[in-house]
C-alpha cells in the first residue's frame, strides 16, 4: 500500500506532467507520445536521440521545453568541421593589469538543456565530447574539470534520410541516450491545426510554470517508486531475450539481430518504468509501464544483421514479437 508521502509526490510529478503538457499543446499539436517520453527522461536524468524528418517541430519541442521549464538552453548545429572545443570551451589568453594569463571561456555545452541538431553530420571526435557531459555531467578541458549544472539534458537530433556525408553514432555513443524517439508525420487533423495556427495571427507564448529545482525534486522522487521483484524479473528478461546465443532466446533473435541490449538496457526500462508511473499518479510500476517503454528505449540498443536487413525487419518489429514472446507474471499487468 502506498505512502502518504509517496502519494503527494505521485500527485506533484502527475501535476507537473499536465503543466508542462498544458503549454506545450500551445506551440505543439498532436506529438503527445512523444512529449510524454521526453518528459519521462527528463524526470529521470536521462537523454534523448530524436530521429525525425525535417519539419516535425524537433527543434521547436525542445527550444519550447525550455522556456516552460526556465532552464538554460543552448543549441550546437553538428557540423563536419566542428572541433570538440568548439562545444566544451577553450583557453584564451588574456591581459589584465600588464599580466598575461590564460583564461577558459566556456562552450556551448554548459547550459542545463542542450540541442544537439543533427548530431550524425559530426565527426565521432567532436560527437565524444558530448559523452563525459551526459554520463558524469563534468567537463574536462586543459586538465581541469568543471561541473555542470543540475538538470542537464541533452537532446540529439538526427534526420534520417540525408545520410550523405554523416557519421554514424557508435553504439557505445547511442547507448549512452536513454531514448531513441522517433517522431512521424502527424495525422491529417493535426497537421490543419498546425497549418491553420502558424499561418494565422501571433500565438500567445508557454508560460514558465516549473523550476530546475522542481525537475531535480522530480528525479529524486522518481528513484523511490516501488517496482515488485517479479516485475523487474520480468524486465531482464525481456531485455536478455534480445540477445542471441543465449539459453531460450527465441528463434528470430538467433536470425535476425547482431547484437542486442546490454545491462543499460534493463536498468533505462525500470528508471523509464518508474517516472511513467509517477506521471499516471502511481508510486508502483506494472507492466504495462515497461512494455510501453520498450521500444524508444531499446530501439537503438539492438543492432539487426544482414538478414534482418534483406527480409526489412526491423528493431520495432524484433521488439514487439519480444513483447509477445516473454512471458508476463501473472500479477502487475
Given at each position: 500500500?502506498?505512502?502518504?508521502?509517496?502519494?503527494?509526490?505521485a500527485d506533484r510529478v502527475a501535476a507537473g506532467r499536465e503543466r508542462i503538457l498544458a503549454e506545450l499543446r500551445k506551440v505543439i499539436v498532436g506529438q503527445d507520445e512523444v512529449i510524454d517520453q521526453v518528459l519521462v527522461a527528463l524526470f529521470?536524468?536521462?537523454?534523448?536521440?530524436?530521429?525525425?524528418?525535417?519539419?516535425?517541430?524537433?527543434?521547436?519541442?525542445?527550444?519550447?521545453?525550455?522556456?516552460?521549464?526556465?532552464?538554460?538552453?543552448?543549441?550546437?548545429?553538428?557540423?563536419?568541421?566542428?572541433?570538440?572545443?568548439?562545444?566544451?570551451?577553450?583557453?584564451?589568453?588574456?591581459?589584465?593589469?600588464?599580466?598575461?594569463?590564460?583564461?577558459?571561456?566556456?562552450?556551448?555545452?554548459?547550459?542545463?538543456?542542450?540541442?544537439?541538431?543533427?548530431?550524425?553530420?559530426?565527426?565521432?571526435?567532436?560527437?565524444?565530447?558530448?559523452?563525459?557531459?551526459?554520463?558524469?555531467?563534468?567537463?574536462?578541458?586543459?586538465?581541469?574539470?568543471?561541473?555542470?549544472?543540475?538538470?542537464?539534458?541533452?537532446?540529439?537530433?538526427?534526420?534520417?534520410?540525408?545520410?550523405?556525408?554523416?557519421?554514424?553514432?557508435?553504439?557505445?555513443?547511442?547507448?549512452?541516450?536513454?531514448?531513441?524517439?522517433?517522431?512521424?508525420?502527424?495525422?491529417?487533423?493535426?497537421?490543419?491545426?498546425?497549418?491553420?495556427?502558424?499561418?494565422?495571427?501571433?500565438?500567445?507564448?508557454?508560460?514558465?510554470?516549473?523550476?530546475?529545482?522542481?525537475?531535480?525534486?522530480?528525479?529524486?522522487?522518481a528513484k523511490q517508486v516501488v517496482i515488485a521483484e517479479e516485475i523487474a524479473r520480468y524486465t531482464v528478461r525481456l531485455v536478455s531475450a534480445s540477445r542471441p546465443g543465449g539459453d531460450g532466446v527465441p528463434d528470430f533473435i538467433n536470425k535476425?539481430?547482431?547484437?542486442?541490449?546490454?545491462?543499460?538496457?534493463?536498468?533505462?526500462?525500470?528508471?523509464?518504468?518508474?517516472?511513467?508511473?509517477?506521471?499516471?499518479?502511481?508510486?508502483?510500476?506494472?507492466?504495462?509501464?515497461?512494455?510501453?517503454?520498450?521500444?524508444?528505449?531499446?530501439?537503438?540498443?539492438?543492432?539487426?544483421?544482414?538478414?534482418?536487413?534483406?527480409?526489412?525487419?526491423?528493431?520495432?518489429?524484433?521488439?514487439?514479437?519480444?513483447?509477445?514472446?516473454?512471458?508476463?507474471?501473472?500479477?502487475?499487468?
Amino acid at each position: 500500500m502506498d505512502s502518504p508521502v509517496a502519494t503527494v509526490g505521485a500527485d506533484r510529478v502527475a501535476a507537473g506532467r499536465e503543466r508542462i503538457l498544458a503549454e506545450l499543446r500551445k506551440v505543439i499539436v498532436g506529438q503527445d507520445e512523444v512529449i510524454d517520453q521526453v518528459l519521462v527522461a527528463l524526470f529521470t536524468g536521462g537523454h534523448c536521440l530524436i530521429t525525425g524528418v525535417p519539419g516535425l517541430a524537433k527543434t521547436l519541442l525542445i527550444k519550447t521545453l525550455a522556456e516552460i521549464l526556465d532552464l538554460e538552453f543552448k543549441r550546437i548545429q553538428f557540423t563536419p568541421d566542428l572541433m570538440p572545443s568548439d562545444i566544451t570551451g577553450t583557453e584564451i589568453l588574456d591581459e589584465e593589469q600588464g599580466t598575461r594569463r590564460l583564461r577558459f571561456v566556456k562552450g556551448p555545452i554548459f547550459a542545463q538543456i542542450i540541442l544537439a541538431d543533427e548530431i550524425n553530420r559530426t565527426p565521432p571526435k567532436t560527437q565524444a565530447a558530448l559523452l563525459e557531459a551526459m554520463q558524469e555531467y563534468t567537463v574536462t578541458a586543459s586538465g581541469r574539470t568543471y561541473p555542470l549544472d543540475r538538470p542537464f539534458f541533452v537532446l540529439a537530433t538526427q534526420n534520417p534520410i540525408e545520410l550523405e556525408g554523416t557519421y554514424p553514432l557508435p553504439e557505445a555513443q547511442l547507448d549512452r541516450f536513454m531514448f531513441n524517439i522517433v517522431i512521424n508525420y502527424l495525422k491529417e487533423d493535426d497537421e490543419v491545426t498546425v497549418v491553420t495556427q502558424t499561418t494565422g495571427a501571433e500565438r500567445r507564448p508557454p508560460e514558465r510554470v516549473l523550476t530546475g529545482a522542481d525537475i531535480l525534486e522530480f528525479q529524486d522522487v522518481a528513484k523511490q517508486v516501488v517496482i515488485a521483484e517479479e516485475i523487474a524479473r520480468y524486465t531482464v528478461r525481456l531485455v536478455s531475450a534480445s540477445r542471441p546465443g543465449g539459453d531460450g532466446v527465441p528463434d528470430f533473435i538467433n536470425k535476425w539481430v547482431k547484437w542486442g541490449a546490454g545491462l543499460r538496457g534493463s536498468q533505462a526500462l525500470v528508471r523509464g518504468a518508474k517516472a511513467r508511473a509517477l506521471m499516471d499518479g502511481r508510486y508502483h510500476v506494472s507492466i504495462k509501464d515497461i512494455q510501453r517503454l520498450a521500444k524508444p528505449i531499446l530501439r537503438h540498443r539492438i543492432m539487426t544483421n544482414f538478414y534482418a536487413e534483406s527480409e526489412r525487419v526491423n528493431s520495432d518489429a524484433i521488439i514487439d514479437r519480444l513483447i509477445e514472446a516473454v512471458p508476463t507474471p501473472k500479477s502487475g499487468l
